[in-house]
C-alpha cells in the first residue's frame, strides 16, 4: 500500500517544505507544530510559495486550492494517530528528538513508519527511544526542499528493507531523486560538505582572502551557485555548527571540527541571514553587504 497519510513534525524552514512538497504530490498531510503562531506563520510560507508557483504559471489557480486543502495545521501530537508516516524536521538536538519519538510512538498505530530529517543524528540513537527500530528511517532533504532534488534516504541497521522501499518509493513520489545512504552521521551529503564549509571558514581566519573573494572563487571558479561563506548564512551558522559538534563527536577528525572564528559567531547570534548578520550584513535584504571578519 503506498504511504497516503503524511505526519509532518516542526513547520519551520524544512518541516514547511516537506509539507509543500508531500501535498503536491497528492498526499494528505498533517503539519504539527508547538503553538498556533508558528503553524501559521509555515502554513503562510507554505501559501505564498505555492502563490508564487501560479504568478510564474508553473502552477495552476485551482491545483493550488487542491494543494491547500490536503494540507492540515495541528499543535495536537494526537492528530498523528491515522499517518502511515511522520517524517520529523523538529529542533537538531538529540533529546528534544528522543522526548519527540518516545511521546509519538504511543500515538501512533504499529504500522507507522518514522522518518527523521536530521542532518546528522544517528538514526539509531532516536529509533532506541521507541518501540519500533525496524519500522524507523533518515529521509534527509534539502534547503530550500521545494527547490533542491535530493532526498537522501538512510537505513540503520535495524531497519526492515520492505520499510526502506516504501521511504524510497515516496520520496521519488515527491518528485525528488533518491540517494540510499547508511546510519553514518553525516550521511553522503554533509560528510562531503560540512569540512569544505568549516575550510571555508578557517580560510578566511587565517587571511587567505576576504569574504567576498573566497565566494567569487567557489562560485565563478567551479559553478557553485552560492559562495560556502553565503551558503553558512543560508543553512545558518547555528545549525552547521551543531552538525560539525555532532559529526566530530562521531568521527574524531580534525576535519569535523569547529573553526573558532564559527563558535564566536554562533556565541555572538551572528546565526547567518535569518539573524540579519553572519558573514554578511543582511539590513538591506536584496544587497548583503560583505564583513571584514579578518
Ligand atoms: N522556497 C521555495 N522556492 C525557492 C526558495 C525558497 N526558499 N528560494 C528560491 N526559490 C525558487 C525560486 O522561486 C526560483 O524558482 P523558478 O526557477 O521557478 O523561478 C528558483 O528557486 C531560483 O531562485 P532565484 O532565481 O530567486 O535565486 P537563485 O537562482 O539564486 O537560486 C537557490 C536560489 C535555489 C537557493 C540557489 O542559490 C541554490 O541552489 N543555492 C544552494 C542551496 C544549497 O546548497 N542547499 C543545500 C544546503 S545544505 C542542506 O540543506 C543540508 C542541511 O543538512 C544543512
Given at each position: 500500500?503506498?504511504?497516503?497519510?503524511?505526519?509532518?513534525?516542526?513547520?519551520?524552514?524544512?518541516?514547511?517544505?516537506?509539507?509543500?512538497?508531500?501535498?503536491?504530490?497528492?498526499?494528505?498531510?498533517?503539519?504539527?507544530?508547538?503553538?498556533?503562531?508558528?503553524?501559521?506563520?509555515?502554513?503562510?510560507?507554505?501559501?505564498?510559495?505555492?502563490?508564487?508557483?501560479?504568478?510564474?504559471?508553473?502552477?495552476?489557480?485551482?491545483?493550488?486550492?487542491?494543494?491547500?486543502?490536503?494540507?492540515?495545521?495541528?499543535?495536537?501530537?494526537?492528530d498523528f494517530k491515522d499517518r502511515d508516516i511522520v517524517i520529523e524536521a523538529i529542533i537538531e538536538q538529540l533529546p528534544a528528538k528522543k522526548e519527540f519519538y518516545s511521546a509519538l510512538d504511543k500515538i501512533c498505530p504499529k504500522h507507522t513508519i518514522f522518518a527523521s530529517n536530521t542532518s546528522s543524528i544517528p538514526i539509531t540513537e532516536m529509533a532506541t527511544s521507541t518501540t519500533r527500530p525496524d519500522r524507523f528511517i533518515g529521509m534527509h532533504f534539502f534547503n530550500p526542499?521545494?527547490?533542491?532534488?535530493?532526498?537522501?534516504?538512510?537505513?540503520?541497521?535495524?531497519?526492515?528493507?520492505?520499510v526502506f522501499e516504501e521511504a524510497v518509493a515516496l520520496g521519488t513520489r515527491f518528485g525528488k531523486t533518491v540517494v540510499r545512504t547508511t546510519d553514518r552521521?553525516?550521511?553522503?551529503?554533509?560528510?562531503?560538505l560540512v569540512p569544505y564549509l568549516l575550510d571555508a571558514v578557517?580560510?578566511?581566519?587565517?587571511?587567505?582572502?576576504?569574504?567576498?573573494?573566497?565566494?567569487?572563487?567557489?562560485?565563478?571558479?567551479c559553478g557553485h551557485p552560492m559562495g560556502p561563506l553565503t551558503l553558512l548564512d543560508f543553512v545558518g551558522l547555528d545549525t552547521t555548527y551543531y552538525i560539525s559538534q555532532i559529526m566530530f563527536d562521531e568521527?574524531?577528525?580534525?576535519?569535523?571540527?569547529?573553526?573558532?572564528?564559527?563558535?564566536?559567531?554562533?556565541?555572538?547570534?551572528?546565526?547567518?541571514?535569518?539573524?540579519?548578520?553572519?558573514?554578511?550584513?543582511?539590513?538591506?535584504p536584496a544587497k548583503p553587504k560583505a564583513l571584514d571578519l579578518r
Open positions: 500500500m503506498p504511504l497516503e497519510k503524511v505526519g509532518v513534525a516542526g513547520c519551520g524552514l524544512m518541516g514547511s517544505g516537506i509539507a509543500q512538497v508531500a501535498a503536491q504530490s497528492g498526499c494528505e498531510v498533517i503539519v504539527r507544530e508547538v503553538s498556533a503562531p508558528l503553524v501559521e506563520k509555515g502554513l503562510q510560507s507554505i501559501e505564498k510559495n505555492l502563490a508564487r508557483q501560479v504568478e510564474k504559471g508553473t502552477l495552476q489557480a485551482a491545483d493550488r486550492h487542491k494543494i491547500r486543502a490536503r494540507l492540515k495545521g495541528t499543535t495536537n501530537l494526537e526542499v521545494p527547490v533542491m532534488k535530493l532526498v537522501e534516504i538512510i537505513r540503520t541497521i535495524a531497519t526492515d528493507p520492505k552521521s553525516g550521511f553522503i551529503v554533509n560528510r562531503l578557517r580560510a578566511l581566519e587565517e587571511g587567505v582572502a576576504s569574504v567576498e573573494d573566497i565566494d567569487n572563487s567557489m562560485k565563478l571558479g568521527f574524531k577528525e580534525k576535519r569535523f571540527a569547529s573553526p573558532p572564528l564559527l563558535k564566536r559567531m554562533v556565541l555572538a547570534g551572528w546565526n547567518g541571514r535569518k539573524a540579519g548578520r553572519g558573514f554578511y550584513d543582511y539590513s538591506d
